[in-house]
């Protein structure tokens, strides 16, 4: 099995705040595997974010080593440009509250990248359509039952992000993560503020992605263990800025890692033993 | 969205939150109107100070004479290198003559003729009105109508010309009336040049009014009475001073020099010239007190290497000057010369020297040698005076019969004369008209200049004024400008932030920024234009007219021109432009793992 992302020893201390101890990540080793779905977990404040920041390439003072298919991310620390030109091109973020511009529709959201990287009207109406269908079938559907021609579905592209609903904006973040079709998406709590269909509709997505895409990575950092046990071909846990588990599935019922064997039933109490403070 | 992405993300981000970007157009808005306010009091005050000082006074007009002496008359390719040189809007040249016109009673009614052109911007500051439509005819002045019992139905009248009390009239037509009592009448140049050659000895065919060459059996009486600048009055004993007072009595002349103790240099007016009957009256009048010789003087004119001087065979010189052989006479040729002693080595008396003029030569005979060591020949003042009129193509000498003839290949328009006037297109170009006449080397008794430099001052006064209120204008609106987009790229920092994450470059994303203040820089100065519009109506009413001190009809001194609405357009761009510029150092500090890192 291929991996896209290997890290090798990396530690990043943070700035110290008085009156605290200084918090210190790593040093980690790990790799993730490609046409995988992995998952980062851990409670708040145990580094997992930081480390999305760092293999998202949005910060380059750690120490150790990151290869993103084979290329040393050290070698982009200096060149500005070509990291922000690598990012656009490569990396798909999806994040907790999407963030999307308010002054511009879902659709003028999504496609955005493209108008930034100057695709033509037709290339953008190409990779749009079929991916809008895919995020937005449940309003397709709805149009079905009523007989209707694309209402819900035309309004929803045309509204401004304040005007949709949670579960409609999230879908929307994540059509703007994945409408450059990059080979790495890097996606935070992107179930967060959803309801459990939300949620796992948001997470069949990034399954569907996969499938389609199987030479993609994607990586998921968390605190629902839930939905790692029910999507992750790998889980991470990491705790006070180090690796507790590190285990992937071996087959449908049955992973392996960190010099153990666990069963699906199994799993929850473990990952949930691990990741407590005192487990 | 396409082309021009960073302008329309601001454009939309700016209508999406319209409220606050209302409130900023306004800030903008309250800054530039007082800017646009003053500028347009300003073009308003320059305006109508230019358009009063153009309605009451020649002010674009400049009379340029040729100074005394000066040999280089004007001529339609001076007129053309002035042209081409200045931004003029007309050259006249200038012809000036008293004749007469009928009057209804009593005896004819004296008058100056001058010349003009069709659209004589003079003429139409008069308020001319026109009565026809030909470059061939009168204008005549308004308030002369009723005495020169002007049929309005006919518009002929009958000119009379004048030459020393012979007189010549035809029946011209009348062209156009203007606003004058003065006894002053314009006539096409056409006609004022025949009028001159008619003066010069030519005759006019009065049906097709053509002047035909030769008028008289001499044809050298065609190339007109010599006339002189100076005269040179001679007496080998000195003169007596009172001599002085005597002659400054005379109207005519401006200048009474004693330059040796036998020698008065005098030297007319301007724009009067001594003619042949005044060298004979002032001659008369000194040979008989003083004893006195007057000999025109007519500058030195260089052939080959010699400097030709006018002298007469009654010179009273060359009782000191001779030292062999004869003074000129006349006698064997008009073109007898007094040479310098040194030419005795190559020449004897009698022999002839060729001197080139044009492509002609001239044989000059040597009938004496002067003891002066230069290189000046005595020759004829008259003969000089001919000899000068073909070195400026006016005149041909045929040598061997010793003649003088008009120079028939000139052109008629070509004729030269010695003033012209001159109307600039623009009040700002008299000055530099001015000075190019002035370093020309030219007269210029009639112009405006004093009022126009006051002009200049108070519009440089009033200019210098509103730019530096208008550099403080431009520093409160950058300052307002850059706090208000600090405060905006605060509040987008997470907009920022994200953009920054997928992999938007910072200049882009500045792009906006910028974007977004030159967008409230316009529209700002475009809701000030609108608010100025409205205060613009007040400039109409007489009580704001009577408060800036004006009583011009119609005058409104609110008035902004398009080039100073150009200039605030300029600097208003280049200070939004400058304040989202500074502005978006605020976006260099937006770390975009944050947006991860503390959600």
Same mark, same amino acid.
Request: hydrophobic share 40%; net charge negative.
């Given at each position: ?99 999307? %511009?308010? +002054? ?8 955005? /990248? =493209?108008?930034?990287?100057?695709? #033509?009207? *037709? ?101 629902? %263990?839930? +939905? ?8 991470? /846990? =990491?705790?006070?800025?180090?690796? #507790?588990? *590190? ?33 | ?599």
């Amino acid at each position: 099995m291929t991996s896209s992302y290997k890290i090798s020893n990396l530690s990043y201390t943070y700035p110290k705040k008085q009156n605290e101890k200084s918090f210190v990540l790593g040093p980690l080793s790990f790799s993730i595997p490609k046409g995988k779905i992995t998952f980062i977990c851990g409670r708040s404040g145990s580094g997992k974010s930081t480390l999305l920041a760092f293999m998202g390439l949005l910060r380059t003072e750690y120490e150790g080593e990151i290869l993103i298919d084979g290329l040393n991310a050290e070698t982009l620390k200096s060149k500005k440009k070509e990291l922000y030109e690598y990012r656009l091109e490569n990396i798909g973020f999806a994040l907790q509250k999407g963030r999307l %511009l308010p +002054y511009l529709t879902v659709e003028e959201n999504s496609t955005f /990248i =493209l108008n930034y990287l100057k695709n #033509s009207p *037709e290339e953008i109406k190409e990779k749009s359509q079929n991916l809008f269908q895919k995020l937005f079938k449940i309003e397709i559907d709805e149009d079905k039952e009523k007989g209707g021609e694309h209402d819900s579905y035309s309004r929803i592209l045309n509204s401004l992000p304040e005007d949709i609903s949670g579960g409609q904006y999230q879908r929307a973040a994540l059509a703007r993560a994945l409408i450059n079709s990059p080979k790495i998406i890097l996606a935070d709590e992107p179930t967060g503020n959803l309801d459990v269909n939300s949620g796992e509709h948001a997470m069949n997505l990034l399954k569907n992605y996969l499938e389609e895409k199987p030479e993609s990575t994607i990586v998921v950092v968390s605190h629902d %263990l839930e +939905y790692a046990r029910l999507y992750a071909d790998k889980i991470i /846990i =990491l705790k006070k800025g180090d690796i #507790s588990v *590190e285990i992937e599935k071996v087959d449908s019922n049955q992973w392996e890692g960190s010099g153990i064997n666990i069963s699906n039933d199994d799993l929850d109490s473990f990952l949930n033993s691990k990741i407590k403070d005192n487990g | 969205m396409g082309r021009f992405l960073s302008l329309k993300l601001a454009f939309k981000d700016l209508k999406h939150n319209r409220k606050s970007s209302l409130y900023i157009i306004s800030v903008i808005a309250a800054i530039c109107l007082p800017m646009i306010v003053l500028f347009s009091l300003r073009d308003g005050y320059v305006s109508l100070f230019k358009e009063w000082l153009e309605k009451t006074t020649p002010a674009k007009q400049l009379g340029i004479n040729i100074k005394m002496g000066d040999t280089n008359k004007i001529t339609n390719a001076t007129i053309k290198q002035w042209n081409d040189s200045l931004d003029l809007k007309m050259v006249i040249p200038h012809i000036q003559r008293t004749g007469f016109l009928p009057r209804k009673k009593g005896s004819d009614l004296r008058m100056d003729f001058i010349s003009t052109l069709e659209g004589n911007p003079e003429m139409k500051r008069l308020g001319m009105e026109k009565v026809g439509n030909a470059d061939f005819g009168i204008y005549l002045p308004k308030e002369k109508k009723k005495e020169l019992d002007i049929d309005t139905v006919n518009h002929l009248i009958k000119v009379i010309f004048d030459r020393g009390g012979r007189r010549k009239s035809i029946n011209i037509p009348i062209l156009g009336y203007f606003n004058s009592n003065q006894n002053d009448a314009y006539l096409s140049l056409r006609l004022m040049q025949y009028y001159e050659k008619w003066t010069n000895g030519y005759s006019i065919n009065d049906n097709e009014m053509q002047i035909q060459l030769p008028a008289d059996a001499s044809r050298e009486s065609a190339l007109g009475d010599l006339v002189y600048d100076s005269i040179n009055i001679f007496k080998i004993v000195g003169f007596d001073n009172r001599i002085i007072n005597q002659i400054q009595e005379d109207e005519r002349i401006f200048i009474a020099k004693n330059r040796t103790d036998n020698l008065f240099y005098l030297s007319c007016k301007k724009a009067i010239k001594f003619s042949d009957f005044d060298i004979e009256t002032l001659e008369s009048q000194f040979s008989s007190s003083y004893n006195a010789v007057a000999i025109p003087h007519v500058q030195s004119l260089r052939l080959n290497n010699l400097d030709l001087a006018s002298s007469s065979k009654h010179d009273p010189r060359f009782q000191y000057l001779l030292e062999r052989g004869n003074w000129i006479s006349g006698t064997q040729s008009r073109f007898e010369v007094v040479v310098p002693a040194t030419y005795a080595k190559s020449y004897t008396i009698n022999d002839r020297i060729a001197l080139k003029i044009n492509e002609t030569e001239v044989q000059c005979l040597v009938v004496g040698f002067h003891n002066q060591k230069n290189d000046l020949a005595y020759i004829d003042y008259e003969t000089l005076a001919r000899l000068k009129q073909v070195e400026q193509g006016l005149a041909k000498v045929d040598p061997i019969g010793e003649k003088f003839e008009p120079n028939e290949e000139i052109d008629y328009e070509d004729y030269p004369v010695s003033t012209a006037m001159v109307h600039v297109s623009d009040l700002e170009g008299v000055v530099p008209s001015y000075d190019f006449f002035v370093r020309q080397n030219y007269d210029i008794p009639q112009s405006s200049i004093s009022q126009i430099n006051h002009y200049l001052e108070i519009k440089e006064m009033l200019t210098k004024f509103v730019l530096l209120l208008t550099i403080l204008s431009a520093i409160a609106c950058i300052l307002s400008l850059l706090v208000l987009m600090m405060e905006i790229i605060r509040r987008k920092s997470a907009e920022i932030g994200i953009n920054k994450v997928i992999g938007i470059d910072e200049g882009f994303i500045n792009r906006i920024f910028i974007s977004q203040a030159i967008i409230y820089g316009l529209l700002g100065m475009l809701l000030s234009l609108v608010i100025f519009f409205l205060i613009r109506t007040l400039g109409e009413s007489d009580q704001v007219n009577s408060f800036f001190g004006l009583d011009m009809e119609g005058a409104n001194i609110f008035q902004l021109k398009l080039d100073s609405l150009l200039f605030i357009l300029c600097l208003i761009v280049f200070v939004s432009w400058f304040a989202g510029w500074r502005s978006t150092n605020a976006t260099k500090n937006i770390d975009p793992a944050d947006i991860i890192i503390k959600n």
